[in-house]
């Protein structure tokens, strides 16, 4: 599986103030995901999978207040909480859109992003997940494995999109470990080098049966 993010710059602040106590509260609002159409990154994800991986993302992660996404652009697929920024409190469709709301929490990145949206930042959002690829018609399309690590992380300087979605590790396959309940780079090319045919074929058969079990648990 490939590791996927994916740059939109349009997203609007909200600041919010409690009258009793003059707390300011901040949230970023807008298209989060978007399907059915080939994005920047010549990348397509057909609605289908996209609406289910939302649904899917909705009961698991925004219902139950775990949906986090960080600040800056992690370079694997796992929510590392100390760089937590914000939580994603909805996901809703909009046609092949899907308009999401965060609301910026108090903690250190957190504050980070308050900071910038007082001083008048522009933001972006980018959403990161796991992913196999298959080409058609010009473009990667994302396979119905398609799951999200988080619907968004917020970076910053979104008019420089390169220096952010090409950094994905493309070419860095990813495999789920049970054991962990995380996923895990591979170095796969330089160590199947080393094997002989024998020994390739039953690496074979256990990646085979590692990801039937992976699929299993979806």
């Given at each position: ?41 010549g990348r ?7 609406r289910k ?26 929510i590392n ?138």
């Amino acid at each position: 599986m490939k590791l996927v993010t994916e740059l939109i710059e349009n997203v609007q602040v909200e600041i919010t103030e409690d009258k009793e106590t003059g707390k300011k509260s901040h949230f970023l609002e807008g298209v989060f995901l978007q399907a059915d159409i080939t994005n920047r990154n010549g990348r397509m994800y057909p609605m289908e999978t996209m609406r289910k991986e939302v649904n899917r993302y909705n009961e698991q992660y925004i219902q139950k207040n775990r949906a986090y996404g960080e600040l800056g652009h992690p370079n694997g697929p796992t929510i590392n909480l100390e760089r937590v920024s914000h939580m994603i409190k909805s996901l809703s469709e909009d046609g092949t859109n899907i308009i999401g709301r965060a609301k910026i929490l108090d903690t250190p990145y957190g504050n980070i992003v308050k900071n910038l949206i007082d001083e008048g930042a522009q933001l972006g959002v980018s959403s990161r997940g796991m992913g196999t690829l298959r080409e058609r018609g010009g473009c990667q399309v994302v396979q119905d494995d398609f799951q999200l690590s988080t619907a968004a992380d917020i970076v910053a300087d979104p008019s420089a999109p390169q220096a952010f979605v090409n950094g994905v590790m493309e070419d860095v396959d990813w495999v789920y470990d049970a054991a962990s309940g995380s996923y895990r780079a591979m170095e796969v090319v330089e160590n199947i080098k080393k094997l002989g045919d024998k020994d390739y074929k039953r690496l074979q058969e256990q990646t085979l049966q590692v990801f039937d079990k992976f699929l299993k648990t979806l």
